[in-house]
């Protein structure tokens, strides 16, 4: 069956930078295109960008334009987010999500910013 | 960039049928997606394209449309349905993700 499984809670300080991985397995990693979605604490899902695993072409949310990198390894069958510049609202689970309309979720990684 | 449009909340008897809406430029040119999400939970597709449920949903899950505005219906609400309801969709002016604001679903 499919999974996509992310890396463990994270805590951050402000100013530093998170990288989440996410590894898919039960489909051929390059065949959709992986997305990342956050969900700040009591507010509803942001779309953040998404790669292209088999390019590694990437599309990000304006808002996120400079401060995140989206990258992949296919040997490895993984994607990773990374955000750099970290505030206290950028607190939040973050999701990768696969597979056509996004059909499948990783089990979200929890990002805390706090000094 | 473009917005979808979600009421925050809304609330349905046991057993009765309720709509949820996402209103939205982008939904005139493409299909809006729903996910059904429960606390402490990841998101779950519940329906996508015209109105079309993956496999393990229940069919009292529908989704329709109407000009900007894309709907999900649940008819005959059970008490695990209450969770909260995003729509999303692609942007109408570039090739992004946008989602609603989400709906909170409580059934009475």
């Known amino acids: 069956q499919v999974q996509l499984v992310q890396s463990g809670a994270e805590v951050k300080k402000p100013g530093a930078s998170v990288k989440v991985s996410c590894k898919a397995s039960g489909y051929t990693f390059t065949d959709y295109y992986m997305y990342w979605v956050r969900q700040a604490p009591e507010q509803g899902l942001e779309w953040m960008g998404w790669?292209?695993?088999?390019?590694?072409?990437?599309n990000y949310a304006q808002r996120f334009q400079g401060r995140v990198t989206m990258t992949r390894d296919t040997s490895i069958s993984t994607a990773y987010m990374e955000l750099s510049r970290l505030r206290s609202d950028d607190t939040a689970v973050y999701y990768c999500a696969g597979g056509s309309n996004l059909r499948y979720w990783g089990q979200g990684t929890l990002v805390t910013v706090s000094s | 960039s473009s917005e979808l449009t979600q009421d925050p909340a809304v609330s349905v008897a046991l057993g009765q049928t309720v709509r949820i809406t996402c209103q939205g430029d982008s939904l005139r040119k493409y299909y809006a997606t729903w996910y059904q999400q429960k606390p402490g939970q990841a998101p779950i597709l519940v329906i996508y394209?015209?109105?079309t449920r993956p496999s393990g949903i229940p069919d009292r899950f529908s989704g329709s449309y109407s000009g900007y505005t894309a709907s999900l219906t649940i008819t005959g609400a059970q008490a695990e349905d209450e969770a909260d309801y995003y729509c999303n969709s692609r942007d109408s002016s570039d090739n992004r993700l946008v989602f609603g604001g989400g709906t909170k679903v409580t059934v009475l």
């Open positions: 394209g015209q109105n």
């Open positions: 790669i292209n695993p088999n390019s590694g072409g990437t």
